[in-house]
DNA sequence: CCAAACAGGACAAAAACTGTCCTCTTCGTT
DNA sequence: AACGAAGAGGACAGTTTTTGTCCTGTTTGG
């Protein structure tokens, strides 16, 4: 019932990305020391989200990732599934529910609902939401 | 993000024994069969919600387990907090959090919101709903 | 006193998580 | 064209968590 530090490491590099100017690379290395991640690590974890499309990696000389979309258009949401896949608080809560017909799960509405309640959260703080509450924090 | 089989199994448990006469006793071996669980391991699972109070369990000949309170007092979230020890989406949701003061995570407010949202669910329903909507499926 | 039934600890297999390392490919610079 | 920076990807390993099993002890009604 909790995020993994792979899910948490994914969303605090992204919204270092998200903090940097407009269309800039930023190394891999830089994000990793910044947010004091192991950058091995962090590498795998941005491999995911490059192929979950959330980040846009550039590889050569002067190389490193940038957003892959605006940072209003990138959930929590998104980061979490990108990494750890589909949000399912159990099996029950599944989109494809393995629960059979005939065994009607008086629970699986639990599930269902708990979950909606959870992934709504998340799925309505973008990126831009964070990066904009640090903004007012400052000021 | 999920909830453990061992939490699953102590719900279907404890839904069982609510759906049991009142001030009766049970056998474990017969919520395991009736819920096609593991009888040694829904054993252990039991051990802790007796600790936790949501179980009374009865000794010796006879013995068994009946509700440690009433089903309408017993909410899902007492159950799951009963047997996987309080819920924390991660480590920055926790009552008393181990984020340093200096680094205000902005993340924090979404952990937050989203966990409580997903308690709130859980919370807000107890055994003895669930017992109701069933019978109320069946009508 | 006996046998049924829970309590509790030790142990172990399996899975998931967390991380490292090495090689390969890509690509800007020179 | 060659070099070196930097991501891609696979293999591997240590640790933790989960998911059990098993054995011995303790309680208690009959």
Same mark, same amino acid.
């Given at each position: 019932?909790?995020?993994?530090?792979?899910?948490?490491?994914?969303?605090?590099?992204?919204?270092?990305?998200?903090?940097?100017? @407009?269309?800039?690379?930023? %190394?891999?290395?830089?994000?990793?020391?910044?947010? *004091?991640? +192991? /950058?091995? #690590?962090?590498? $795998? &974890?941005?491999?995911?989200?490059?192929?979950?499309?959330?980040?846009?990696?550039?590889?050569?000389?002067?190389?490193?990732?940038?957003?892959?979309?605006?940072?209003?258009?990138?959930?929590?949401?998104?980061?979490?599934?990108?990494? @750890?896949?589909?949000?399912? %608080?159990?099996?029950?809560?599944?989109?494809?529910? *393995?629960? +059979? /017909?005939? #065994?009607?799960? $008086? &629970?699986?509405?639990?599930?269902?609902?708990?979950?909606?309640?959870?992934?709504?959260?998340?799925?309505?703080?973008?990126?831009?939401?964070?990066?904009?509450?640090?903004?007012?924090?400052?000021?």
């Amino acid at each position: 019932m909790k995020l993994t530090r792979g899910g948490e490491y994914g969303i605090r590099g992204m919204l270092y990305l998200a903090m940097q100017p @407009e269309a800039s690379v930023t %190394l891999l290395s830089e994000i990793s020391t910044a947010q *004091n991640i +192991s /950058e091995s #690590y962090l590498a $795998k &974890i941005f491999q995911t989200l490059t192929k979950a499309g959330l980040v846009r990696s550039h590889r050569g000389f002067k190389g490193g990732y940038s957003l892959g979309r605006p940072a209003d258009e990138i959930t929590v949401k998104d980061i979490i599934e990108g990494i @750890e896949g589909p949000i399912a %608080l159990n099996h029950c809560a599944q989109k494809v529910s *393995n629960c +059979s /017909e005939e #065994y009607r799960c $008086k &629970i699986q509405n639990v599930w269902k609902d708990a979950q909606d309640a959870m992934v709504g959260v998340l799925d309505g703080t973008t990126l831009a939401d964070l990066v904009e509450e640090t903004a007012m924090g400052q000021s």
